[in-house]
């Protein structure tokens, strides 16, 4: 075997890409571990636990009518398959030919389960309001039991030669004779019973939908609660060789639950005639036949719901009782899991991404396979291979458990997010003599892969040549993998390509000016000072540790003469931005530079250092600190203007004059560029008083006021006005009388 790419090589690309491209640091993509290989898509190649991609078990489809979904499978003991169809209420009859022939046909939309009885002959359930049919023959089927039910999740034959039922929406299980007698053996308060296994003790173990409780039903008729799921619905049951259950569980989360085995001292337990377990279900508002019909990716498996309810588990119960969770996703949901003996290993199938899985004893997941279709609908084992049924679209087909000699890996589709220029692909592989992994790559401007792409490349010689697609926003890589015998496999563990993003301009999403007087200050664990303050106002020793961080958590204050800019700004490159601030008054031709290479997102400053009048900000924003000199991209903002006004509001043509014990006082308060705010008088040995103006309101430049003050004898006889304008600044008149 030889070890494609050494460290010392890796070094050499990476300094090429200095050199070649103008980026100061490519950006690299990397499949790496196995959950970067899962974003892919697998085919006749499988994925060990441990992220190494290398030939496994190609999925052989067999051609068969098309139909809108295959919902039920059975296997006879000669190897002849019968397969139910969804919508069209068909069932089909496969024999050693894979030919399939119409062998029933269903008054109802959906044969939704199947089952063989000692003699051979067929039994199918139909939903919605289904029923049991016998069909002895091709052609040739009666009606065998109606439960009354709307939904017949399963059927399963016991030792003793009666069918068993699992129906919803009441939910409960039937046990009905060989003469079609039937009875309820169980009458569960969850919406569904979905599936029935029996165990190795003679026991039938029950999983349900509504809110994912785990049933056993004993030879004597006693029904207990094994466990409560933390998940909606349990699919899918099967036991290995020490009579532990493993099982599927799917959809979301019930209310208030918590995966638990009850003890056998805490399981209700019944001998009744219609045995109902008293444990509390919340159901499902509306569960209708979605529930087992798989829909499209977009939607929920389960109830027709997002694709975030897509999630599932994988849980065993050991004979004392006791749950554990052996595989999870938020990602993936489990439809149909066996046993194996031989391997001792959990096969399962999932959707929305047609996976199947194997789960060792170690709790390792291994993609066995991936195929085309969104969901593994169901899985049986027959004569080395496993029969496995998927929907949408739907398929029937087979899986040899013994190696392929070839397959294709399709990574996930690589966004640089904007245009970028492809640096080199590498990859890591163990190729023994004889083996072949060859690699390619494509690359467009679309999300998903169309005509709009660009053709498969050549297959790449070695590892780190530069990428031959032409540059873009999107790539995507393939890999095939080839070997000559089982014994010797190629193996793929790492693929990585670099590239360089074109060059944007920085976006500046909003430049905004506070309020006159606002400013932040820095953290109390700071000596406290202006954030953000111009070189040219700041005081001495405003930070004496210029290694600690600006702020942790600003805080709003007012400083008296000060205005604060702020701004929002981004770069598509993740680039450093570096911003320069300038201030231009009102019918200036130049900007005059505030504040240059500011790395925090404000400013404040000191306008008592400029005139009164209307003025305006220019914000650039550029990416410099990033980029070599002559490839910076920088952009500009310019702010809504502002007044700055330090000028104090005046007292104008006051006059005060005494009318017997009353003082009859009238002025005019005047301010060059805002609004008088409040005004003010004191005369002691009274307190400060507010007066309101002629028209009742402060809303103007000027005001006028005119207003009487009851004298006594204690009183002064000298006046102070006190004048605030909106920007804060304060007059003062005073007078004596």
Known sequence: MKKILSFSFMLLICVLLVLDLQAVVPKKWELRTKEDFLKGKFNGLS????????????????????????????????GVVFLGTGHSGKVYRLGSDRKAELYFQAAEMDVTALALDAKGQLYAATSPNGKIYRISARGKGEEFFDPQEKYIWDLMFTEKGSLLAAVGESGGIYEISPTGEGRLVLKAKANHILCLKRHPSGDIFAGSGGRGLLYRLSPGGKVSVVLESSYEEIRSLDFDREGNVYFTASGQAAKSSTTSAASPSSSSTSDKSEPEVAVAISAIAALDVDLLIPQSESSSPSSGKSSTSARGAIFQVSADGLARKLWSSDEEMPYELFYEPESKKLIFGTGPQGRIYALDGEEKAELLTQAASEQIFQLALSAGKILVVGNNPCFLGQLPLQQNFSGEYLSPVLDAKIPATWGRISWEAEVPTGSVIQVQSRSGNTAEPDETWSDWSPPYLKSGEKVLSPNGRYLQVKV????????????????????????????IEKLEILPPNQVYLKPPDQEESILGLDRVSQEKNVRKDKDRDIFISPKKALRQGFRTITWEASDANDDQLSY????????????????????????????RNFSDGTYFI?????????????????????????????????????????????????????DSYSYIEEVKFLIKPEDWQVVFPDDGLCDSQKESFKFSVRLTAQTDNLILIRVRDSFGNLGTFQSQF
Do not use: C, H, M
Request: charged share 25%.
């Open 480 to 507: 095939s993998l080839k070997a000559q015998s089982g014994q010797k496999l190629p193996q793929l563990s790492r693929v990585t390509v670099f590239y360089l993003q074109a060059n944007v301009a920085p976006v």
């Open 580 to 607: 320069n601030v300038y201030i231009k008054k009102e019918n200036e031709s130049s900007w005059r530079l505030l504040q240059d290479k500011i790395s925090e997102k404000l400013l404040s400053f000191d306008t």
């Open 618 to 670: 220019k914000l650039e924003a550029t990416d410099q600190p990033s980029n070599p000199a002559g490839t910076e991209k920088k952009v500009e903002k310019i702010s809504q203007p502002f007044i700055i006004d330090n000028s104090l509001p005046v007292v104008k043509n006051f006059q005060a004059r005494r009318n017997g014990d009353r003082l009859e006082i009238s002025f005019e308060v005047e």
């Open 47 to 78: 994925l060990s636990s441990s992220g190494v991609i290398s030939v496994g078990p190609r999925l052989e489809k067999w051609e068969l009518p098309a139909e809108e979904f295959y919902l039920s499978l059975v296997l006879a003991p000669n």
